[in-house]
């Protein structure tokens, strides 16, 4: 009887101290949870919902944007492929046999947005409201909805989205992809300012740089050059101030739409050559990429 009270003592004391490790572990890596930014889309054209989404997460904020638009909207497809419905955009990169680089860059400029990741499902989500937002971990969670992540990234957001208030869950639709271009257009990020980012079109290919510039300017980027230069490059580049701290959101954002690994070099007297703390230098590799017939 003594042994078994022993036991019994022992093993709620185990009990406590796991709860409080796991409580302790819950607190410290919620707080770590990157920020994302992500597209939910549909594995196949047979099986598809009314809806595209492009989820942003922010955990710093305590906040998530979920943006909807109609899986059957129109929208121009870059590398020469012409114009998709949206709901057509991700199946389309399977097909085209696209490693997962090219895939999130393709999305990236087909809403002219970066992105880090794409999800999948096989169903509707009809995500409209907060409550459905909430079902999305949920949906995650049971592995109804598709993603890179592993079970301990899936239970944190899980948590992380239902300790969120009404107000920190904001969902909002678009009838058009020009709709949300104009939305975009508003949008820009105060903590990104302190970096200021150049464009150079380093190709043959007219308005290259424009278009880059675009989708890093619509996903809160500080662009203050966007230009020509005569001498034209094979490979693309990325040139980074040595000095700069501040670069590293920016560098990541530009990385998800440039579907190579690049080169990135630091340079000393980059500011007084560019007035810039980051420099893309797009070339013939990237134009070709976006502009194949």
């Given amino acids: 009887m003594l042994f078994i009270k022993l036991f019994l003592g022992v093993l709620a004391l185990a009990f406590v101290i796991g709860f409080?490790?796991?409580?302790g572990y819950?607190?410290?890596?919620?707080?770590?949870?990157?920020?994302e930014q992500i597209v939910i889309a549909y594995d196949n054209l047979d099986e598809y919902g009314s809806s595209i989404y492009l989820v942003k997460i922010f955990p710093d904020q305590s906040q998530i944007e979920v943006f909807?638009?109609?899986?059957?909207?129109?929208?121009?497809?870059?590398?020469g492929y012409g114009e998709y419905e949206?709901?057509?955009?991700?199946?389309?990169?399977?097909?085209?046999?696209?490693?997962?680089?090219?895939?999130?860059?393709?999305?990236?400029?087909?809403?002219s947005s970066s992105i880090h990741q794409v999800w999948t499902t096989d169903s509707d989500l009809a995500i409209n409201q907060e409550s459905e937002v909430r079902n999305l971990a949920t949906k995650v969670l049971q592995g109804k909805v598709h993603t890179q992540w592993g079970i301990l990234q899936k239970?944190?957001?899980?948590?992380?989205?239902?300790?969120?208030?009404?107000?920190?869950?904001?969902?909002?639709?678009?009838?058009?992809?020009?709709?949300?271009?104009?939305?975009?257009?508003?949008?820009?990020?105060?903590q990104l300012f302190d970096c200021s980012v150049s464009v150079v079109n380093a190709t043959q290919v007219a308005?290259?740089?424009?278009?880059?510039?675009?989708?890093?300017?619509?996903?809160?980027?500080?662009v203050v050059r966007v230009t020509d230069m005569p001498e034209k490059a094979l490979e693309s580049s990325i040139l980074i101030s040595k000095d700069s701290t501040l670069c590293q959101e920016s560098l990541n954002m530009a990385l998800n739409i440039m579907p190579f690994s690049e080169k990135i070099e630091e340079s000393e007297d980059l500011y007084e050559t560019y007035r810039s703390d980051l420099v893309f230098i797009l070339g013939e590799d990237l134009g070709e990429f976006l502009e194949k017939d």
Avoid at 71 to 77: A, F, H, L
Avoid at 158 to 186: A, H, M, N
Wanted: net charge neutral; no cysteine.
């Fill in 68 to 79: 909807v638009f109609p899986s059957d909207v129109k929208i121009d497809v870059i590398g």
């Fill in 207 to 222: 308005g290259l740089a424009k278009n880059f510039s675009t989708v890093l300017e619509n996903s809160g980027a500080y």
């Fill in 20 to 23: 409080g490790l796991f409580l």
């Fill in 86 to 111: 949206l709901r057509a955009l991700y199946p389309l990169t399977k097909i085209e046999k696209m490693d997962d680089d090219k895939t999130v860059a393709v999305l990236s400029f087909a809403l």
């Fill in 155 to 190: 239970i944190k957001f899980y948590q992380w989205l239902g300790s969120l208030r009404p107000d920190q869950i904001k969902v909002k639709s678009f009838d058009s992809i020009e709709q949300w271009t104009q939305y975009q257009s508003g949008f820009s990020d105060s």
């Fill in 26 to 35: 819950r607190s410290t890596h919620l707080s770590s949870f990157s920020s």
